[in-house]
């Protein structure tokens, strides 16, 4: 079912929801921001409602929008966006912690707060735009426009060290942003005299058409890799997460964690894989190499925190890994496992997040020695933490479970990283990661009560479930039936595989030009012959 202009709705409704904010006063400040993230969620539900796993997006996508001819007949760049299986449900997560986010700083932003909340929204727009773009001009305009809100989230309601924080993140996006417009802008060109009659295009399915030279297709790949990488982060290129991460609120570093990461992660599924298959899976050990390391290392450094907010923030590198890991294994069962694995990680460390702010909103440290015995104070948030914990480390029966399973699988399996030692590491990530957060949940909650600021500590409240809620739901629903999900992504993951596969078997320099015969790709100079072989 298709629904018109529903998907800008979807992404403009918070920008125009900010504005809104800019108008009022007082409280209606936060309810106008709760108001409108709220709605967002329920309109994108349309989204959901309206997607057909089962209809092809081999050649267009679900709820699309479209405009085009902007720049002349020069530039083919448009604004074009849609639905397919791969974005759907980061979509869907982007506006689900919408109006999370927004009721977590509630009573924790004391100073400018109608800024705060209009970058929030801004911020919202950026990211839904990015996941939503079929244009990758479009793409790195809304890649560009989160950078500035959480620039400023970071920076100004950020901890001690946030300014350091705050530019330490835009240095570093920024020169991956840089390296990825270069590549953008000579693909561009490329592709346009390969496929578009000699004019500049940006359109993902014409460059997707575009049998581009190998050699063009190592570099290329390495830029935006390289960019997206940043982004993720991937080790070694990890260090300003850690800071951006402890100094930003609570509401931005569930953002951050949230749905912020996985641009990286989306940019290499939906750009990297099928523009470059073959540069791919050239560079598919090195890359599936510093994923184990970044799983293992990020496991051990979280080990060795004493920040429990900083604690969490490494496992990010850890966990994040593994969605590496899964997408350059080029198997269905682990991209989909690491499509899976985005979300799943967004619910679960944006959680730990959450419990984590409200632990410091009570207490003022993140210091974990500074607690102890705090379950027979907060029985009800050391539940919902217990049960967090345990959905992050990858219990089955829980949603870390399915995506880490399907990840390490799927990589076993895989004739181009299927390494066993490789995997084994990999899959000690897994042990690490119960052993350091189940170390957490010890030192906090367990013990003696020996201090009265913990004897006396405020289980959770209201709004403080109502935020949770949700999430805790989506652990236990994703773990024990995880099919409704992988069925929106299956077509999509089989689609992208069979792309970079069909592409490598025709020569670029013969047939630089591929079309969509309903089943595969094939030349498009009409050689039946060659194309039925």
Sequence with gaps: ????????????????????????????????????????????????????????????????????????????????????????????????????????????????????????????????????????????????????????????????????????????????????LVALLYLGYAAGDAVNAGVFTTDWYKLVSFNMPLDMQGWLFLLFALAFAIKVPLFPLHTWLPDAHVQAPTGGSV???????????????????????????????????????????????????????????????????????????????ALQGAVIQMINHGISTGALFLLVGMLYERRHTRVMTDFGGIAKSVPVLTFVMILTVLASAGLPGLNGFVGEFMILMGSFKSTVIGSPLLIAFATTGVIL???????????????????????????????????????????????????????????SAEFLLDTIEAKQAWNPAEHPRLVFDGTRFVPADGDLELATR
């Design 255 to 333: 953002i951050l964690a949230g749905v912020l990461l996985k641009m990286g992660t989306y940019g290499l599924v939906k750009f990297c894989l099928p523009f470059f298959p073959a540069a791919a899976q050239e560079y598919a050990m090195t890359f599936a190499i510093l994923a184990v390391i970044g799983i293992v290392y990020g496991a051990l450094v979280s080990r060795a925190q004493t920040d429990a907010k900083k604690l969490v923030a490494y496992s990010s590198v850890s966990h994040l890994g593994f969605v590496v890991l899964g997408i350059f294994a080029f198997t269905t069962e």
């Design 1 to 180: 079912m298709n629904i018109p202009n529903l998907t800008s709705v979807v992404i403009f409704l918070p920008l125009l929801g900010a504005l809104v904010t800019l108008l009022v006063r007082g409280d209606a400040i936060k309810w106008s921001a709760l108001g409108v993230t709220l709605l967002t969620f329920v309109v994108s539900l349309g989204l959901l409602m309206g997607f057909d796993p089962a209809v092809s997006t081999a050649t267009a996508p679900q709820m699309a929008d479209m405009l085009d001819g902007w720049f002349g007949d020069r530039l083919d760049i448009k604004y074009f966006v849609g639905i397919d299986g791969l974005n759907i449900l980061l979509i869907l997560l982007t506006t689900l912690l919408g109006p999370i986010v927004v009721l977590s700083s509630w009573n924790y932003i004391g100073k400018s707060h109608k800024a705060y909340y209009t970058l929030l929204l801004v911020l919202q727009t950026g990211v839904t735009g990015v996941f939503a773009s079929f244009d990758i001009f479009l793409f790195y305009i809304f890649f560009e426009l989160t950078l500035i809100p959480m620039y400023f989230i970071i920076g100004i309601w950020g901890g001690e060290d946030r300014v350091y924080a705050a530019v330490k993140f835009v240095l570093y996006t920024l020169v991956g942003s840089l390296l990825m």
């Design 433 to 491: 990661a119960a052993v350091y957060l189940l170390w957490m949940v010890y030192r906090m909650f367990w013990g003696s009560l020996e201090r009265d600021e913990n004897r006396f500590m405020q289980d959770l409240n209201a709004r403080e479930l109502a935020l949770l809620a949700p999430l805790v739901v989506l652990m236990v629903w994703m773990g024990f039936g995880p099919k409704p999900f992988l069925d929106l992504s299956e077509p």
